[in-house]
């Protein structure tokens, strides 16, 4: 059974950090590309960053680079979202998915991120 859990989110200030978790199962973690989305309030979906199967180097959306790093742990099966300098218009529901064959297959629920003072 496929799954992919996200945790992490919650409450920040702008110019916070946090740090999001995608913990994956019932795929090949480590051959798959593995992506986080957003979705702001009452807004579409907004890709943020893109994590290779292969060689690892992250690509991101123009809106988060400089400020956001996306990693993984092939060992843990575990891909990671660093969120630094936060702003409020950061605030979304993250979530990530695999990326196979230029679709998007394997979601998970997503996880809360708010940005307020």
Same mark, same amino acid.
Not at 21 to 43: D, E, L, V
Not at 49 to 61: E, K, L, Q, T
Not at 83 to 88: D, F, T, W
């Given at each position: 059974? #496929?799954?992919? !859990?996200? $945790?992490?989110? &919650? ?5 916070? @950090? ?5 913990? +994956? %199962? ?21 890709? #943020?960053?893109? !994590?290779? $199967?292969?060689? &690892? ?5 123009? @809106? ?5 790093? +996306? %990693? ?44 307020? %003072?």
């Amino acid at each position: 059974q #496929v799954q992919l !859990v996200e $945790s992490g989110g &919650g409450l920040a200030q702008p110019g916070g @950090s946090l740090r999001l978790s995608c913990a +994956a %199962s019932g795929f090949t973690f480590s051959g798959s590309t593995m992506t986080w989305f957003r979705q702001a309030p009452g807004k579409g979906l907004e890709w #943020v960053s893109r !994590v290779d $199967s292969h060689w &690892g180097g992250p690509s991101y959306a123009d @809106s988060v680079k400089g400020r956001f790093t +996306a %990693s993984r742990d092939n060992a843990k099966s575990t891909l990671y979202l660093e969120m630094n300098s936060l702003e409020p218009g950061d605030t979304a529901t993250y979530f990530c998915a695999r990326e196979w064959y230029y679709r998007y297959d394997y979601w998970g629920q997503g996880t809360q991120v708010t940005v307020s %003072s």
